[in-house]
């Protein structure tokens, strides 16, 4: 008996101990050999990455004075794809949305595609509104997104949270689909309108422009903000920062579980400019005298531009984070273009163009000769007109103190257009400068090879129109700037100089740009007493009765200059204004140009101004202190401007304002050649529009006290 027990008790052991076996191979296979398999099929936690764009780093004048920087900002984002999943948890299929489109041969069709709003407003919008972070947007923006790129990068529903509203969803996250709460940096210019064409302003992010195997490293790609003008372009690729990276935990249902990683962006490099931001608003400040115009400032010493500026102007901030469609028409159909940099813009030079061709005759002896006036001077069977009905014989100091254009007609036809051709080349007229901003256009300086693809055959009259900066010749305010700091400096042509430095933070130079000497006129024929006879006429044409900008005398420093008044071919805009300048006139240490649209006289217009500038910089030279504040926009109009006044203390006594303009170029230059000032805006760089909110999108009002559950418009609209 005692046997077959003890049989049948092995026999049940045996039975058990193998199914334990069994069960163990079979536990080992599932979660050892098969562990992909299976794990791939049962919901769990589940990490994201999210990149972090890098901040952007500041802009600062040549004395470390803060022009931008960057604020920290929240953006909330919204993960179309796990909406839609979210929504298909619940409902058996995702709601339709059809519309319209026309294909390539023009024919209406009819497209479907899943009405993304809708799964927003039933899965994302309820938990947004129980936090209070509902505002307005643009349904369409929406779906346009959604359809580009079928939810793949995050839609930004808002990029203005507050860290106050940044924190409640943090603390109280109600594991809202989709929805992600990312840290970037805003733009910050700190003194609104200031210096504007210099820094430019910013577009968002664009995520075609990023490489599809850059994104694939996060599931939310987050991009940098990009400069689209100005320095924030030029210099974009030194401001942008580092990309930080951020790995999230998300649960099987989809919510927010928590950080797992943080990777801190870092700040890009700071740029340096060589702007004093205490002049620049001076300069600022003067032109607004003016309804549209452009001064630029440079030391004659190394090429330095101290202040460039144009009005009117715009503020770079409304462009941040994007501005709207008014501000845009706004900005874009204004008449007087705010947005149109004329600081690098090119214009017929008027009488200031008689510098260079005054240089251009030290090449030969044309510059120790005297040339009578007459009036003027017989060209084929027209007669070219001087300002005055006879200045008598001269020489070229006393032909720039009163701005003789029958003089300069001779001059300029015994000195040989290949001769103005060389030093126009030299001094760079007729090229871009290669300053730090976009926009510059090169102008022209004519020759007989540029006429003759016009269709026509270079003749003396031409060239006296050369002479005195008329017809096609056109040249911008900052190249006159730096013609004028040649003569200042006896004759060395250094390049404009806009970037001083570019530093890391930790104070290490990463790029520093020392002056460039282009060309040393002294080393190309000209003699450094032929430059001096051209800076006497200069100080003369300030400092002596009968010259043309009397207005311009300072008590401050000694300034010399020379005036311009060229006639632009429009009968609502007869005459331009420039004044070319610098002080002082032993050691010179700035040269200022002042370009008046639509002024009557340099002397009058644009003389008034120039000094004004010069006088501030002696102030600040000598210690006096100028506060840099925010500016508004200066508004722009087109009245003609006849003269300028600073408080009647720069009038000098012996003020003798003349128009030193007389030729009829007309009779001369065919209309299609002459420049008429028509300045398209349709080169602008495009911002970031914001999309227009629709009715639907208005939503930001259900942010109530009460705060009823959020219900989509068209059930509303059902159960009104």
Not at 173 to 179: A, E, K, Q, R, Y
Not at 221 to 239: C, I
Not at 471 to 495: C, D, H, I, R, W
Not at 515 to 541: C, F, N, S, Y
Request: hydrophobic share 35%; proline share 6%; aromatic share 10%.
């Amino acid at each position: 008996m005692v046997t077959p027990y003890r049989f049948r008790l092995y026999f049940l052991a045996a039975l058990v101990l193998g199914g334990f076996c069994v069960l163990v191979y079979r536990l080992h296979h599932i979660q050892v050999v098969e562990y992909a398999a299976w794990a791939a099929r049962v919901p769990g936690s589940k990490f994201e990455s999210v990149r972090i764009p890098g901040i952007r780093g500041e802009i600062r004048d040549r004395n470390g004075l803060t022009l931008v920087d960057s604020t920290p900002t929240y953006e909330l984002q919204l993960d179309l794809r796990e909406a839609v999943a979210a929504y298909l948890k619940d409902h058996r299929s995702t709601p339709n949305y059809t519309w319209e489109r026309f294909d390539r041969f023009g024919l209406r069709e009819e497209r479907t595609e899943t009405d993304i709003i809708e799964v927003v407003e039933t899965t994302v919008f309820p938990g947004l509104q129980e936090l209070g972070l509902l505002a307005d947007y643009s349904t369409s923006a929406m779906r346009v997104h959604y359809r580009s790129n079928r939810g793949v990068v995050p839609f930004t529903y808002r990029r203005d949270l507050s860290f106050r509203e940044f924190a409640r969803f943090a603390e109280n996250n109600l594991g809202i689909p989709g929805v992600t709460v990312t840290r970037s940096g805003r733009r910050r210019y700190l003194y609104d309108s200031l210096a504007c064409h210099i820094l430019g302003y910013m577009s968002l992010a664009d995520p075609d422009k990023v490489p599809e195997e850059r994104k694939r490293d996060f599931n939310f790609y987050v991009g940098d903000d990009y400069g689209v003008m100005g320095v924030e372009r030029t210099m974009d690729h030194y401001l942008q920062g580092k990309a930080g990276k951020l790995v999230i935990e998300k649960d099987e249902k989809g919510r927010f579980v928590g950080e797992v990683s943080r990777t801190e962006p870092e700040p890009g490099y700071d740029v340096f400019l060589t702007i004093d931001a205490k002049l620049q608003y001076a300069v600022e400040q003067s032109l607004r005298r003016i309804g549209r115009g452009a001064a630029v400032a440079i030391d004659p010493r190394n090429g330095d531009v101290l202040a460039i500026a144009s009005v009117p102007s715009f503020n770079p901030n409304v462009f941040i984070p994007e501005v709207g469609l008014d501000d845009w028409k706004r900005y874009t159909e204004d008449p007087t273009s705010p947005m149109f940099s004329r600081a690098v813009n090119p214009y017929s030079p008027g009488s200031t163009g008689k510098i260079p061709v005054a240089l251009a005759g030290c090449l030969s002896d044309t510059c120790d000769r005297s040339f009578p006036c007459g009036g003027g001077a017989q060209y084929g069977n027209k007669f070219m007109k001087c300002w005055s009905s006879g200045h008598g014989t001269l020489d070229l100091s006393t032909a720039i103190k009163v701005s003789c254009n029958g003089f300069f007609y001779r001059y300029a036809n015994h000195t040989g257009i290949r001769n103005i051709q060389t030093v126009t080349n030299l001094l760079g007229l007729g090229r871009k400068t290669g300053i730090e901003i976009t926009g510059e256009n090169p102008g022209n300086v004519p020759n007989p090879e540029w006429l003759r693809m016009q269709g026509l055959l270079w003749s003396d009259a031409f060239t006296a129109l050369v002479s005195i900066g008329q017809g096609a010749f056109e040249t911008s305010p900052l190249q006159m700037a730096s013609v004028t700091a040649t003569v200042a400096n006896g004759g060395k042509v250094y390049q404009p100089r806009l970037v001083r430095k570019v530093v890391d933070r930790d104070g290490t130079i990463v790029k520093e740009d020392p002056p460039v000497l282009r060309a040393d006129l002294t080393r190309e024929g000209i003699g450094a007493g032929q430059i001096e006879t051209i800076k006497r006429g200069m100080w003369r044409v300030v400092n002596e009765g009968g010259g043309t900008a009397g207005r311009a005398r300072s008590d401050l420093t000694v300034v010399s200059g020379k005036t311009g008044t060229a006639q632009t071919g429009n009968p609502r805009q007869p005459t331009n204004a420039w004044f070319i300048s610098f002080a002082p006139y032993d050691e010179p240490e700035i040269a200022v140009c002042v370009f008046v649209e639509n002024g009557n006289s340099g002397g009058g217009a644009a003389s008034p101004i120039a000094k004004n500038i010069i006088d501030n910089h002696a102030a600040l030279k000598r210690g006096a202190e100028i506060e840099v504040a925010a500016l508004p926009e200066a508004l722009g109009h087109t009245d003609q401007i006849v003269s300028v006044e600073f408080g009647g203390a720069d009038v000098a006594s012996f003020a003798d304002d003349v128009a030193d303009s007389a030729v009829d170029v007309a009779a001369f230059v065919p209309a299609s050649l002459q420049q008429r000032n028509v300045r398209p805006m349709s080169g602008l760089a495009q911002p970031t529009i914001r999309d227009t909110t629709d009715r639907r999108g208005q939503v930001g009002g259900l942010n109530s006290e009460s705060r009823p559950r959020f219900r989509p418009f068209q059930w509303l609209k059902k159960n009104r």
